[in-house]
């Protein structure tokens, strides 16, 4: 359903908005940022990887509205100027003038407004991948796995590292309180879990032990969490 | 101010909103258009996301008109007046609210509150409802008449029940472990 949602917002993006850079002209209404915003929606859901093609579309986009207000704003301060200039004569603007300078300076406003959007739907693309990948840091802790490592970029992942570790010095200046385990106070200490995966032999708090895949078996709370969280273990409950 | 990184006030203001240009702009051009001039002529018509329009009528180069779903005499409201609960809002605007509550201001319709208000109250009692004791099965067909915000309450009603009844059924567990507890009643 989600999917569904996402796709009826990339078509409607798509089929209205058109960019016709051939005519030298901006398309009232056109936004690529809203195709990545549609994207960005999609991403909250499921994790997707960097949408680097639309995101360059958009900076593109940006580029060529920049282009068109400059030589807007060129031409209606060249527009000014005669003004300016009938003025030192004790003359005015005909009314085809004054007409040609509003109509410059509301045609920029269109271009200085897309960018503005542009820009908006650019900074919450990455604000919502960067609230992301905070969450990553405080639900998988500090290993990502590979099936997310291959969808963020570069960036994207020295932030991930970043965050982890500033995360772990707040701890340790707490006494190694470990913030990200569950709230909620266990009634045992120890839990039965089921192993998923081979993950063969670790060192846990207390005791090493191997953890073969289909093994059930007794671990502390604490040491089992991480695990489950990163789906290689289920807790058994009877 | 909603927040500026809110990806759901973005989409809303996406919403397309007629409008009429009061004054003709250099360097932009209508999608309908076919001629050439790489200009728009003061009078003509075009649908504008809200975005754009809301910061043009500011400044007067364009008037906004409400969209048909606002509109005093329109289809849709008189059918919110008979029976709001079962309006398919969402094929019209799936932020409906929000656009209501973003465009009032602008074009000055007094009504638009209200109506935004008596359609709202009606609509939650029923997804309320809804939402905590429609079937799987009934559900999907329900939520294609729900704006966004509305589907939005609307998981959040069903993954509670979800959460009381998990609560429930993992209630006697928990109370075994403790004297007090075989005292109560079991709950079925």
New interface residues.
């Given amino acids: 359903?989600v999917f569904f949602a996402f796709e009826t917002?990339k078509f409607a993006s798509g089929c209205?908005?058109?960019a016709?850079s051939f005519?030298?002209?901006?398309?009232?209404?056109t936004?690529e940022g809203?195709k990545l915003?549609g994207f960005?929606?999609f991403c909250?859901h499921g994790f997707y990887g960097p949408q680097s093609d639309l995101f360059a579309q958009v900076i593109e986009e940006c580029n060529s509205h920049i282009l068109?207000l400059g030589?807007?704003i060129r031409?209606s301060e060249e527009l000014k100027k005669t003004e300016e200039l009938r003025k030192t004569n004790n003359q005015e603007l005909d009314e085809t003038e004054k007409?040609?300078l509003?109509?410059?300076s509301?045609?920029?406003?269109?271009?200085h407004?897309?960018l503005l959007?542009n820009k908006?739907?650019l900074?919450?693309y990455v604000?919502?991948r960067a609230e992301i990948i905070r969450n990553l840091v405080w639900t998988i802790g500090r290993v990502l796995p590979e099936e997310i490592e291959e969808k963020i970029s570069s960036a994207e992942k020295d932030y991930f590292k970043k965050h982890a570790a500033t995360l772990q010095s707040y701890m340790s200046e707490l006494d190694d309180l470990d913030l990200a385990v569950d709230m909620v106070p266990p009634?045992d200490p120890y839990i039965k879990v089921r192993v998923l995966e081979d993950i063969g032999n670790v060192v846990l708090s207390d005791h090493s032990a191997n953890l073969a895949r289909h093994a059930i078996v007794f671990l502390r709370r604490t040491d089992a969490e991480l695990y489950i969280a990163q789906g290689s273990m289920e807790e058994i409950?009877s | 101010m909603a927040n500026?990184?809110?990806?759901d006030d973005?989409?809303a203001e996406?919403e397309?909103v007629p409008a009429i240009f009061q004054?003709?702009?250099?360097?932009?051009?209508?999608?309908e258009s076919s001629d050439?001039t790489?200009?728009?002529e003061a009078g003509s018509k075009?649908?504008?996301?809200f975005?754009?329009s809301c910061?043009?009528h500011g400044?007067g180069?364009i008037s906004i008109d409400l969209p048909p779903w606002f509109r005093r005499d329109s289809r849709t409201r008189k059918e919110i007046g008979a029976d709001a609960a079962h309006v398919d809002l969402r094929s019209r605007c799936q932020y409906f609210y929000e656009l209501g509550l973003k465009i009032a201001p602008l074009v000055g319709d007094k009504t638009i509150g209200p109506f935004l208000l008596v359609a709202f109250q009606t609509r939650y009692k029923e997804v309320l409802v809804k939402a905590h004791t429609a079937t799987p099965a009934v559900a999907?067909k329900y939520?294609t008449l729900l704006t966004n915000e509305e589907a939005k309450l609307y998981e959040v009603g069903q993954s509670s029940t979800a959460a009381f009844k998990k609560w429930r059924m993992g209630g006697p567990?928990?109370q075994k472990?403790s004297i007090l507890g075989r005292k109560r009643k079991p709950i079925k």
């Fill in positions: 359903m917002l209205c908005l058109v016709f005519r030298s002209s901006i398309i009232i209404g936004s809203f915003i960005c929606h909250l068109h030589s807007l031409k007409k040609e509003r109509a410059y509301s045609g920029a406003l269109v271009h407004f897309s959007r908006r739907c900074m919450a604000y919502h009634k409950t | 500026y990184y809110d990806i973005i989409l996406e397309m004054e003709s702009a250099y360097g932009v051009g209508l999608l050439d790489n200009m728009v075009a649908e504008l996301p975005w754009l910061d043009l400044r180069v999907p939520l567990r928990l472990a």
